[in-house]
């Protein structure tokens, strides 16, 4: 079993910055491809970050590509996601997700932190 807890999320304006962060506990934390999804009001959960426990590979979404920077800290059993130049369209409810693979989630998930751009 794997524990996310995240934090984070605010109301920002349109060209602030958030910092979400997400920590693990419970089974091995490095062995997991760690990601960022959220949802939307009215919409699926998407994909939007996710890094590998080793050699640094990261993969982005399109639609946050040159503005979200995903990152861990595995001694700290911890992944963050720097959201910058936020627009209204990132408003939504991001989710910590352990065991990603492909872009799509695996088994252990958080209870997700709301971020609001207004414009």
């Known amino acids: 079993q794997v524990q996310l807890v995240e934090s984070g999320g605010g109301l920002v304006q349109a060209g602030g910055s958030l910092r979400l962060s997400c920590v693990a506990s419970?089974?091995?934390?490095?062995?997991?491809?760690m990601g960022w999804f959220r949802q939307a009001p009215g919409k699926e959960r998407e994909f939007v970050a996710a890094?590998?426990?080793?050699?640094?590979?990261?993969d982005y979404a399109d639609s946050v590509k040159g503005r979200f920077a995903i990152s861990r800290d595995n001694a700290k059993n911890t992944v963050y996601l720097a959201m910058n130049s936020l627009k209204p369209e990132d408003t939504a409810v991001y989710y910590c997700?352990?065991?990603?693979?492909?872009?799509?989630?695996?088994?252990?998930w958080g209870q997700g932190t709301q971020v609001t751009v207004s414009s």
């Open positions: 997700n352990a065991g990603v693979v492909r872009r799509v989630g695996g088994n252990y």
């Open positions: 419970g089974r091995t934390f490095r062995s997991y491809t």
């Open positions: 890094i590998a426990w080793s050699l640094g590979f990261t």
